[in-house]
């Protein structure tokens, strides 16, 4: 074996097969180049310079030969089974890491065969406790609830990823789930036995924890996500630093700096639509772009006096509006680098600027209470929501361009319409002053967090102002920042010094799936022709079934007890149920069991105590 002269990893030949062993750390590249050894970019091999003991041979340049997921002779290489889903996922390649493991149909099958379900289900509880990602969660839920069926009888995973996930590749037919249900039921459909649609375990609701995950990140100032859910951007005021880090905050990727170093604080953050830019306002009054790929300075103004409280940017990327303590609004063109315009007309500072979805109009809140809504493409004032009397602290505006929250010293939250500019109602049932605000991204829900001083988080609909949850007692400093994920599956929220990851999507479906169980199954009886199914349950339900389709062709209740014993006559004339009151019964099946679309009629012919 020889190590590369970076010492990043050591190769060693196997079998006539040059393979790797990589040295882990947190370096990205070396979680890239591993990627690639693994996916096959290095179909013609990759020349590397191999070092033995410290000292570089003159013949130690070596092809690397690329990494398959089977040999030729079909057997699996357990290299790639067991390496590829770290160093995917360290890449942060989040597409790549479902597409190619995670939602695999292969992957996941030869993980269970050649190691077991354990071993996947630690690989998935790796992966949740990194990546923010509803569908991982949910798969690694589901698995974890079969995992005993599974370590017993691997071959029945296609069946429980097709019972259990198909309502939820119902809601989302393009998602990853979607895609490993579809590739199961393929696997399904060309195994003969299809030991599969009547899965032996009932159907309880999966469970989640509402506080998903704590992360301690010392001096957190504000913060934003990136599109993908994976990384965010933050102002650390340990450092005096803007860090782009993976959610997990264990790979610092980049900084974005060109102040002092303890000058300047980032007063707010804003990523562009397209995720290329990262808008930074100082407490100087300056406004920073930078590439956040490169981080890489790109654009400056200095036209605010004083700091910068609040950014917006249009839908194109290529307008900023920087709201400023110096009580101007100003418009500033990202690709030519200059200032368009500025809003002087209103005589308090700035504290939140917002805009339409549709770019039309421009909310800009004032520290007196006023907010005035602009016509983006004239700069004329179009409504003014005029002051409450108290001071204005916080302000968003909800996706569908509908409504105008409004959050005030005194304590009150007052929910305004965009169209109308009027005040259509208050938000009650915090507890105590507001210090945050975020709203949902989608349309179809209107959902407002609130941070409070107290240390609280209250979730409210907008719209019948009903508190739809509260979670408390696990921040200890007042809630300095919120956003909910553009999946609105969670809401992240930053105290200073921790950073607390909630999951506040769509409940998963709490009653069973069509055609499962609501109880155990306590046996199980197949025709001789393979064809049909008769299952019983501890409930005293029996259930018939067409094994090719897996749908229930009848359901009946059998009131004498918990069932017990199941069998089918070879002519399929009956069906006899033994139950737990020690009472056998005979059912007589009238009707054509070929025709399933045709109602089967099963009466009761004979009881036998």
């Excluded at 989302?172 to 195994?191: C, F, I, K, Q």
């Excluded at 300047?264 to 290329?276: P, Q, R």
């Excluded at 907010?371 to 409450?388: D, G, K, Y």
């Amino acid at each position: 074996a020889s190590g590369t002269s970076d010492g990043k990893m050591i190769y060693y030949w196997k079998n006539n097969i040059m393979t790797c062993y990589p040295i882990y750390s947190d370096n990205l590249n070396i979680h890239i180049d591993n990627c690639k050894l693994f996916q096959g970019n290095w179909i013609q091999g990759k020349t590397l310079q191999l070092n033995n003991r410290g000292i570089v041979q003159p013949d130690c340049v070596r092809m690397v030969t690329p990494q398959p997921f089977r040999y030729k002779d079909g057997t699996l290489n357990i290299q790639y089974i067991n390496e590829f889903p770290h160093h995917i996922l360290k890449s942060g390649n989040i597409t790549a890491l479902k597409a190619s493991v995670m939602f695999n149909f292969k992957f996941l099958q030869a993980v269970v065969n050649s190691s077991s379900v354990h071993q996947l289900l630690k690989d998935l509880e790796t992966v949740c406790n990194i990546v923010l990602d509803i569908e991982i969660e949910t798969l690694f839920l589901v698995l974890n609830h079969v995992s005993e069926i599974l370590y017993n009888e691997p071959l029945l995973l296609a069946g429980e990823l097709v019972s259990r996930l198909r309502p939820y590749a119902a809601t989302s037919p393009g998602n990853s789930t979607s895609r490993l249900v579809n590739e199961a039921s393929d696997w399904l459909s060309n195994y003969s036995r299809q030991p599969m649609f009547i899965p032996l375990v009932p159907w309880q609701p999966v469970t989640k924890d509402i506080l998903r995950k704590s992360l301690q990140y010392e001096g957190l100032g504000c913060f934003r996500l990136t599109n993908d859910n994976q990384s965010m951007v933050w102002w650390n005021k340990n450092k005096s630093t803007v860090d782009l880090t993976l959610i997990s905050g264990r790979i610092v990727r980049r900084s974005y700096n060109t102040e002092n170093k303890f000058q300047n604080a980032a007063s707010c953050l804003l990523l562009s639509h397209n995720n290329v830019s990262l808008i930074v306002g100082r407490d100087n009054g300056a406004v920073q772009v930078f590439a956040l790929e490169s981080a890489k300075l790109t654009g400056k103004h200095d036209d605010h006096i004083s700091a910068v409280l609040s950014l917006a940017i249009t839908s194109d990327d290529l307008m900023l509006i920087s709201g400023s303590q110096d009580s101007t609004v100003k418009l500033f063109n990202i690709r030519k680098n200059t200032v368009i315009d500025s809003l002087e007309s209103q005589s308090k500072p700035i504290v939140a600027v917002q805009l339409t979805s549709d770019d039309d109009i421009l909310a800009a809140a004032s520290k007196c209470g006023e907010i005035r809504l602009w016509n983006l493409e004239t700069r004329t004032i179009i409504a003014v929501i005029e002051p409450c009397g108290s001071r204005l602290t916080h302000m968003v505006m909800t996706n569908n361009n509908l409504f105008i929250i409004a959050a005030y010293n005194v304590g009150h939250i007052r929910v305004y319409g965009v169209a109308t500019a009027s005040n259509i109602h208050q938000l009650s049932g915090y507890s105590d002053k507001i210090c945050s605000m975020a709203c949902t991204h989608g349309q179809s829900r209107d959902y407002l967090a609130v941070g409070c001083l107290d240390h609280n988080i209250f979730m409210f609909d907008i719209r019948s102002t009903n508190l739809v949850s509260s979670f408390k007692n696990q921040h200890s400093a007042p809630i300095q920042c919120l956003q909910f994920s553009y999946d609105d599956e969670f809401l992240l929220s930053a105290d200073g010094k921790l950073l607390n990851i909630w999951h506040v999507g769509v409940p998963l479906p709490t009653s069973q799936p069509p055609n499962m169980h609501s109880d155990i199954v306590t046996c199980l009886a197949i025709s001789q022709d393979d064809k049909h199914a008769v299952s019983g349950t501890r409930n005293c339900i029996i259930k018939l079934w067409n094994m090719e389709s897996g749908q229930i062709v009848q359901a009946f209740r059998d009131n004498s007890g918990a069932i017990s014993a199941l069998s089918i006559a070879t002519n399929m004339e009956y069906v006899a149920a033994g139950t737990t009151l020690s009472i056998i019964k005979l059912w007589s099946v009238v009707s054509a069991l070929n025709d399933i679309s045709t109602a089967i009629t099963i009466k009761l012919a004979k009881s036998i105590i």
